[in-house]
């Protein structure tokens, strides 16, 4: 394994599941341009990887995601307007990645969650954190902005909620970033969160996984837009399309048959 792969680990060794490590816990798992386009690339082959069902990402060591790495800010200072947004490009394509992989994403967030850890767990479609981390978008106390990792905060906490957090770049705990909507679930402690992790993996399990990708797609399509008749339109073809899948076939055939899905087998 090369110096660039160990900065993030991929574990797919659990049938099902694939297991995305941040693993740079001497710095708490700050980002760099490496640590970015590994896991651009990682998320890139999970999105035809068969089998894979449930994407985990994960933070070694005492953190999740301390942010952006400090010496890496401190170069990019010096780079050239266009550089930079060639530099700030890749992370906005490594959140795209996830936020649009077909399988189910989970963020398993405890210790810190700063700045860009609080994009990745944004972009995941469900965040599980211990009661003990923390979180802020602490952009602006260093000179900058959320810009890149603002679509997903945004859509998780809304627009006035990151009027007070962007603009005061304040810490945060998880009983506030649940009441926020940044995590769906607080737990007591690691071993919790392993076990609440594995309640939600079998819980996936029973839902059909080409459905999952039809209903992550549904989501990003009717979102924030008003219910007009082209959104009518839109959901009506939906599900017609779902419906006409094998996957419907045999999911109304378990029910009636009142067995288990071959899926959920």
Request: overall charge negative.
């Amino acid at each position: 394994m090369s110096e660039a792969e160990d900065v993030v680990l991929l574990n797919t060794t659990r049938a099902g599941v694939a297991v995305v490590t941040l693993n740079r816990p001497k710095v708490h798992n700050a980002f760099n341009p490496e640590v970015i386009e590994r896991l651009s690339d990682i998320f890139e082959t999970l999105r035809s990887a068969d089998g894979v069902r449930v994407v985990l990402v994960e933070g070694a060591g005492p953190s999740f995601s301390a942010g952006a790495d400090l010496a890496w800010m401190r170069a990019a200072a010096d780079l050239t307007e266009r550089d930079n947004r060639e530099d700030a490009g890749g992370m906005g394509e490594m959140l795209r990645r996830l936020s649009t992989l077909p399988q189910v994403t989970i963020a398993l967030v405890h210790g810190a969650a700063m700045a860009g850890g609080c994009g990745i767990l944004s972009a995941c479609d469900i965040a599980i954190a211990t009661k003990g981390a923390s979180f802020a978008l602490s952009e602006v106390r260093l000179g900058i902005i959320p810009a890149v990792i603002s679509p997903y905060v945004i859509r998780a906490i809304g627009a006035r909620a990151a009027h007070r957090y962007f603009l005061t770049a304040e810490r945060f705990d998880a009983a506030t970033a649940h009441a926020l909507g940044l995590v769906h679930i607080v737990v007591e402690d690691n071993n919790t969160l392993a076990k609440e992790v594995e309640r939600m993996v079998q819980q996936i399990f029973t839902c059909a996984p080409g459905a999952i990708n039809a209903a992550k797609e549904l989501i990003a399509a009717v979102a924030g837009r008003p219910i007009d008749s082209h959104i009518i339109a839109d959901t009506s073809r939906r599900i017609a399309e779902q419906r006409s899948t094998a996957e419907a076939k045999e999911g109304l055939s378990a029910f009636l048959e009142k067995r288990k899905p071959k899926w959920a087998e």
